[in-house]
Nanobody, 131 residues
Framework: QVQLIESGGGLVQAGSSLRLSCAAP????????VAWFRQAPGKEREFVAA???????????DSVKGRFTISRDKAKNTVYTVDLQMTSLKPEDTAIYYC?????????????????????WGQGTQVTVSS
């Protein structure tokens, strides 16, 4: 397993934007799927978004569609990095956001939103949206 490194969390006001980054140091595979999940206090972990390199596809949870964008940061070509651009943030977006990765093989589409698909995880970064 490889520890993924998240960055970019913080405290913002409702309606603001925030960018999270997930870096996978040491990972050189070209077949990569990176996902973001979040967990709010007292709630179950929720799928947010995923990027699958094999088809250059993006997937989103219903609660973030149209507001969040996931993409690979190609400028960082020495460390595989995937960003999550979050806009029009709402208080209900408050949670710990976790980055997760699957390297070397591409998951089937039906499993992309499942946490068990991913073997590598980050420690999480707190996002707090005030009203």
């Amino acid at each position: 397993q490889v520890q993924l490194i998240e960055s970019g969390g913080g405290l913002v006001q409702a309606g603001s934007s925030l960018r999270l980054s997930c870096a996978a140091p040491g990972r050189t595979s070209n077949t990569v799927t990176v996902a973001w999940f979040r967990q709010a206090p007292g709630k179950e972990r929720e799928f947010v978004a995923a990027f699958r390199s094999s088809t250059n596809s993006q997937y989103y949870g219903d609660s973030v569609k149209g507001r969040f964008t996931i993409s690979r940061d190609k400028a960082k070509n020495t460390v595989y990095t995937v960003d999550l651009q979050m806009t029009s943030l709402k208080p209900e977006d408050t949670a710990i956001y976790y980055c997760a990765g699957k390297f070397g093989s591409s998951p089937i589409v039906s499993s992309i939103a499942m946490a068990r698909t991913y073997s590598d995880w980050g420690q999480g970064t707190q996002v707090t949206v005030s009203s």
